[in-house]
């Protein structure tokens, strides 16, 4: 699973890749062996059950736990500038292009403070939201030129067979065109499509196969109360973040200074004395910001791929009692699962020969045996038994 920021100039996207990336945490087996220069590896963040079992700590091996909090790594790519125009080639539009059909889901980026205009021009009350619907138009047009250069018509393979041959390679399932089809209010039999029918669909695609959360981002800037309650308003509570990604930045760097200290709770805790005045002011900046608004760029993330593209995280064990592995690490490892995800569906995710004779499961918290079938829950933890070794 990838998840794609995009947004026009000047809205802080590239210091939220950084904001996001840079946090420095040991993970003994890396997770990801080939990362592009524009992909990094951001971490999503959940209670480590190592804390309500009791155990004095955990081993991690393919995550972090620092504070009692498992840093669970996941992957983000700091998509190529947009401007108006990019579905044409303006801008950085071919680049651009080429970043997005790799995401799962968009983190479309805002400047919530309103001193930039769509095309990142400072201005004094610009409304974000502009913004937000200039991404989605060039998104859509994009997606509508795609479609129009392979679909004649709804003959033959039909409509939908059509379109999964169109967007093959840019992560567009079958389930996904069935419903955007459907969504769309455009006929499959129709014998041609007009430019309108074409964009109706594409729309209606990309709202099913590249979901979208709204970082709010320049929320240290004061005045922007207004916009975000618009913002709020328009696309849903749920769907907007506001956030601070300089702020963040801000704090990776004083933290891997041994500046200030992050608790479990997020909160900063200054840890140098004697500091510069100026450095003094810019941490009680930022100390006071977190603890006003929270850590809205991990909020951002954990929103990302926990709730925008469904997802759980399930802890996978050898030793039932012990909740190891077999070389005695606690709680080694934290997968990412769908919701609805069974069993068999975390056996696959450890190997496909486990999978294939996996006989049962055992909820390591209840010391119950589970069928193969049995619907996982956010922080489980499981052991798998299988003809081909235990897990």
């Known amino acids: 699973m990838l998840?794609?920021?995009?947004?026009a100039p000047n809205k802080g996207?590239?210091?939220?890749f950084s904001a996001l990336t840079s946090t420095d945490v040991q993970i003994a087996d890396y997770p990801f062996t080939t990362i592009k220069p524009n992909v990094g590896i951001a971490y999503i963040t959940e209670k480590c059950p190592h804390v309500s079992l009791g155990l004095r700590a955990c081993n991690p091996k393919n995550s972090g736990c620092i504070n009692g909090i498992r840093?669970?790594?996941v992957k983000v790519i700091d998509v190529a500038g947009l401007i108006e125009g990019a579905h044409e080639g303006k801008g950085m539009g071919n680049q651009f292009l080429n970043d997005i059909a790799a995401a799962d889901a968009l983190i479309i980026v805002v400047d919530v403070s309103g001193r930039t205009d769509?095309?990142?021009?400072p201005c004094q009350n610009c409304d974000p939201s502009a913004d937000i619907k200039m991404v989605l138009e060039e998104l859509a047009?994009?997606?509508?030129?795609?479609?129009?250069?392979h679909i004649k018509d709804g003959s033959g393979e039909g409509l939908q067979g059509s379109l999964a041959k169109a967007l093959a390679g840019l992560k567009v399932s079958d389930e996904s065109i069935e419903?955007?089809?459907?969504?769309?209010?455009?006929?499959?039999?129709?014998?041609?499509?007009?430019d309108a029918d074409l964009f109706s669909l594409a729309k209606a695609i990309l709202s099913e196969s590249k979901p979208f959360i709204i970082a709010a981002n320049k929320a240290d800037i004061g005045g922007h109360s207004d916009n975000l309650e618009r913002l709020k308003k328009e696309y849903g509570g749920a769907n907007v973040v506001a956030c601070s990604a300089a702020v963040s930045l801000a704090v990776n760097k004083a933290v891997a200074q041994g500046i200030i200290e992050k608790g479990a709770d997020g909160k900063i805790a200054l840890l140098k004395k004697g500091i510069p005045e100026e450095q003094e002011r810019a941490v009680s900046f930022i100390k006071d910001f977190i603890e006003r608004n929270g850590d809205g760029v991990q909020t951002l993330i954990n929103k990302v791929y926990l709730e925008v593209l469904n997802n759980i995280v399930v802890y996978p064990v050898e030793d039932e009692h012990r909740f190891t592995d077999h070389f005695g690490?606690?709680?080694?490892?934290?997968?990412?699962l769908k919701k609805g995800g069974t069993a068999l569906d975390l056996a696959r995710e450890i190997h496909t020969e486990i999978a294939e004779k996996m006989l049962y499961a055992i909820d390591a918290r209840t010391k119950m045996r589970i069928a193969k079938d049995h619907v996982l829950n956010d922080g489980d933890i499981?052991?798998?038994?299988?003809?081909?070794?235990?897990?």
Do not use: E, H
């Open 179 to 194: 419903k955007a089809v459907k969504n769309s209010g455009v006929s499959a039999v129709k014998s041609s499509f007009t």
């Open 329 to 336: 690490n606690v709680l080694p490892d934290a997968i990412l």
């Open 141 to 149: 047009a994009w997606l509508s030129d795609i479609i129009k250069r």
């Open 3 to 7: 998840a794609g920021i995009i947004g």
């Open 71 to 73: 840093q669970i790594p």
């Open 382 to 391: 499981i052991k798998i038994v299988s003809a081909a070794g235990k897990a």
């Open 13 to 16: 996207k590239s210091t939220l």
């Open 118 to 121: 769509p095309m990142g021009n």
